[in-house]
Every structure is written in C-alpha cells, then in structure tokens.
C-alpha cells in the first residue's frame, strides 16, 4: 500500500471517529456540537493542507526519480516558497545540473576517443569479453584487406588472415613484430581497460614496412657501394695489366708460354665477371624511378610468356593465359615491369622439376595479377628470407632478383605477395590498385 493511500485513510478514519464521538457526547448541547463540529472542520482542513505538503514532496521526488531513470537530465523544478520544498528542490536541481554537466563532458570524451580511433593511423581492433572482434578502424581493415563483415564478430584466432593469428598468442601488455609473405611487417602490441568491473583487452597494428625497408636498403645500399669501389679500384689496374700482357706479342711468340696465357685469360675472364656481378648489385641500388605510361598488362603478359616459352623448348612447361575479358591497363614502367614478370616467372621455371604449368590470371574487378606455378612450393623455413637481400636457394645464385623485383614494385606503389597454395603450388600476387585515369592503351588484335 502507498504512503499517499495510507495517509488518506488515516485522515479519514481519525475524522470519522471524531465525528461519531462528537455526535453522541455532544449532541445535547448544540453549542458545544456546534462547536465540535467546526473544531473537526478546522481539522480536515488542516489534514489537507499537511497532506499536500507531505506528499507534494514525494510526487516531486518521483517525477524527478523517473526522469533519472530515463536519463533526462533537463527536468528541473521551480521554488515553492516553502523552506522544506525549497531545499529538496535545490538538492534535486544541482543534481540534475552535475548529472547532465557529468553526461555531456562523457559523450564528448566519447565522441574524441571514437573519432580519434577512426581516423588513427594505426590499426585497432577492440575486443569484446570472450576475445571475439567487437570492432574495428578503417585503417586496421585496409592493413587486413578485410570488411568489417568480415571481421566484427569472429574471435581473434577464428579469422583466416594471418595477423589474427598472431593476435591469438600475444598476451596483454606484450609487443611483437611479425612478417607476413615476407614483406609486409607489422607491429602488434595488446593491451587492456577496465569495463564496468572487467578487463577487455584491444590491439593496436602497426605498419614498419616501409622503415624497414628503407633502413634495409640503406644498409645492404652502403656495404655494396663500399663493395664496389672497392672491387673496382682493385679490378680495374689488375685486368689492364692483363690486358697488357695478353696482347704483348712478344711474350707468346715462342709458344711455350700457352698454359701461362691461357692461366692469365681465365684470370681476366673472372675478373670481367666479377665486374657484372658487382654491377648487378649497384643497379639494384641505383635503380632509377619509373618513367610512368598507360600499360597493357595483357599485352605485356603475352610478350613477356611467348619470350619465356622460347627459353624452355624441350621442357615439358606449359604456359596458360586465364586473361579477364575486359581491358586491364596499369600506370607503370614498361621496361621495369617486363624485368619484374621475368624474374618471376624465371624462378617459376626454376622451381618445376620435370614438367609442371605456370599460369597467368587477371582479375580486372580486384585489380590483380596472379602468377602461379606447379612447382617445388615454398618451405616454411625459407619462406620469410626470399625477399631478402643476397638471400637464395640456388648454389650460384646472387640473391638479387627477388630483391629486384621488390624495389621495383615499391617504387610503382604496388602491393605484392608470394603466397603457398594448395597442393605446393606458389603464386605471386600483384595489386595493382585503382584504374588508372588517363586515356586506354589500345589493344593489339
């Protein structure tokens, strides 16, 4: 039962009592019924008056209860003139001014910190309880190359991606550097708050592929110009002196000194090709900047595999173009892009054993070219170090044409992978990004 209604029934039953009593002790004497009666008059009036005064408050104390409960912090009341009222009143009215000060500076701290996480360069995913995906930036998605479909939902060790496997072994508080298809690397750090009494964690991805790079390539830069001079300061007089006395006349006329000549030609012969080798290096260093055109990449695909074919004759390689219908036109370098599919499809070659199919594919929506290939496959133990400089699986190999091929494409601003499918076949992956703006090549045929 209300406080309100038991306040009225005892008003009511008090009144009643008085009333019965004073009509059977006073109904006698008039005056004093008469009197009585005003008396009980007075009295309910009084009870109303108290009675608005002490529920008026708690009606007040529940409009206000109920516009807490729905958050509306814009409820105030006005002063009554009645000291009690007042000062209820005024309590209720600085608390709802704190509460809607308190919520306002909450929304806005809100607001900063989700603006900030939407536009923050480094990547950050937030997670929920039980370790699944509560939400992600723009810039977290483009590193992943995911939708938000794909990933808000999903717990961290359930995603295909390779970065979320990572997130699945890295404890709270602790930083790891990781490298995906040995190019891109990524810096991962996880890290946690408190939430209404529990610990979330979130993941902060951070991109250092072009760091390092670019402190890579300063230093192998560094130690293969320091290599070159120093080769060519020693070659160079040594191979003129050779030189001098090959063609010395002179000296052979007897013709007892063959072995020697012979001796001294391989010498400079060896020195010849110690100056390409070194060469090789320093083009990768001095690698100039791409002189941008309208390409055809089908076009330059088919050039490039019919050049390929012809170096593979008595092979059992076969060469298959899967060509989108549509036109596929990059912004690129032609001489430079031709020296990439090369050195790639060289080692697709090199890879197959016996007979085997290397396969180009494009795909004009997705703005890639596939390269794939049936051969040996890549081991896991190499498969970090094949871009890496003077890395290679070959015995007399130079450990450049990966590395080659890296810089070009960096240069182009394209993406790249090597990626193991299934059944050990390699593909090569480029993105190609968006089309680009000027006027279509034409197409031959």
Request: charged fraction near 20%; charge should be neutral.
């Amino acid at each position: 039962m209300k406080l309100r209604t038991k306040f009225i029934l005892f008003i009511v039953v008090l009144h009643l009592i008085m009333l019965g009593a004073s009509y059977f002790i006073f109904r006698q004497n008039k005056i004093v019924f008469i009197v009585s009666e005003i008396f009980l008059l007075v009295s309910i009036a009084l009870a109303l008056q108290l009675y608005k005064e002490l529920i008026r408050p708690l009606q007040l104390l529940s409009q206000g209860a109920e516009a807490i409960r729905d958050k509306d912090f814009n409820v105030k009341f006005a002063l009554t003139g009645s000291y009690e009222m007042d000062e209820l009143i005024q309590v209720y009215n600085q608390m709802a001014d704190a509460l809607r000060t308190e919520r306002t500076r909450q929304e806005q701290q809100h607001l900063f910190l989700s603006r900030m996480i939407e536009t923050s360069p480094t990547g950050i995913l937030i997670l929920d309880y039980d370790e699944r995906v509560h939400d992600i930036n723009p810039r977290a998605l483009r590193l992943m190359n995911l939708t938000r479909e794909q990933v808000v939902g999903l717990s961290v060790d359930g995603s295909l991606h390779p970065l979320m496997h990572q997130l699945a072994v890295l404890r709270s508080g602790e930083a790891r550097t990781v490298t995906i298809n040995g190019v891109n690397t990524y810096k991962l750090q996880k890290s946690h708050f408190i939430d209404r009494g529990f610990a979330r964690h979130f993941v902060m991805i951070e991109e250092l592929t072009a760091e390092i790079l670019a402190a890579e390539k300063k230093a192998y830069g560094k130690v293969i110009r320091m290599m070159t001079h120093e080769v060519n300061n020693t070659i160079g007089p040594v191979n003129s002196i050779l030189q001098t006395a090959l063609d010395s006349e002179r000296l052979w006329a007897a013709g007892s000194n063959q072995s020697l000549r012979n001796a001294l030609q391989v010498a400079f012969d060896r020195n010849t090709s110690l100056t390409i080798f070194m060469k090789n290096f320093t083009d990768v260093v001095r690698l100039p900047e791409p002189n941008r055109r309208n390409i055809d990449l089908h076009g330059l695909l088919r050039r490039t595999g019919h050049f390929m074919e012809m170096s593979v004759v008595g092979k059992r390689i076969e060469f298959r173009y899967e060509f989108d219908p549509e036109p596929f036109v990059i912004s690129a370098d032609g001489q430079q892009m031709e020296q990439v599919i090369i050195n790639v499809v060289k080692n697709s070659i090199e890879a197959i054993d016996a007979e085997g199919i290397i396969t180009y594919r494009t795909d004009n929506a997705r703005r890639e070219l596939v390269i794939e290939d049936t051969g040996r496959g890549i081991g896991q133990a190499i498969a970090g170090e094949l871009f890496s400089p003077f890395f290679s699986t070959k015995p007399d190999g130079q450990g450049i044409g990966l590395t080659l091929v890296k810089e070009i494409l960096i240069n182009h601003g394209f993406g790249f992978s090597l990626q193991q499918a299934d059944a050990g076949h390699t593909r090569f992956v480029f993105h190609f990004g968006t089309s680009p703006a000027a006027q279509p090549v034409p197409l031959p045929g």
